[in-house]
C-alpha cells in the first residue's frame, strides 16, 4: 500500500517494515493482487495499522475512492480479504501479519474491453 494512498484516505501508518513474502506471485489484474505460488516471492512493507483503520481503508466505495484522489481502475469492483500470513523482515526475524487478496478479479485484457 502506496503511503501516499493512505494520507488521501486520512489512515496514518504508524510504522512500516521491508518484509518478504515466499510462497505468492505477484499481477496486475486490473488492480494489483498476491496469488500463492510455490517458485516466487514477494517482496514490499508490511504497515502498521488498526482494525478500525483496515475495516475503513477496505470500505470506501468507488465514487470515495475517485473524490479523494485515488484512481480506480475500470471493470469490476475487486473484493479483497484478508489473509494471515508469515513475512520475513529486512533484518531477518518474522512476523504474523494480514495480506488483503482478492480470490478472484477479471482479467485486465477483459476488464478494458480488450
Known amino acids: 500500500m502506496d503511503r501516499e494512498v493512505l494520507r488521501r484516505l486520512d489512515i496514518l501508518a504508524d510504522a512500516s517494515d521491508a518484509a518478504m513474502l515466499p510462497g505468492f506471485r505477484i499481477e496486475l489484474r ?9 517458485r516466487d516471492v514477494v517482496y514490499g512493507a508490511v504497515m502498521e495499522l488498526t482494525h478500525a483503520d483496515l ?5 470506501f466505495d468507488r465514487d ?11 471493470g469490476e469492483e475487486t473484493v479483497y480479504q484478508p489473509d494471515p ?29 480488450g
Not at 533484518?91 to 478472484?104: F, I, K
Request: with cysteine; charged share 15%; proline share 9%.
Open 55 to 59: 475495516a475503513r481503508l477496505y470500505g
Open 64 to 74: 470515495e475512492l475517485l473524490a479523494r484522489g485515488v484512481t480506480v481502475p475500470p
Open 30 to 38: 486490473p488492480r494489483v493482487n498476491l496469488y500463492r505460488s510455490d
Open 85 to 113: 500470513v508469515i513475512v520475513a523482515l529486512q533484518h531477518g526475524s518474522w512476523c504474523p501479519a494480514l495480506c488483503y487478496m482478492a480470490e478472484t478479479q477479471v482479467p485486465a485484457s477483459d476488464a478494458c474491453g
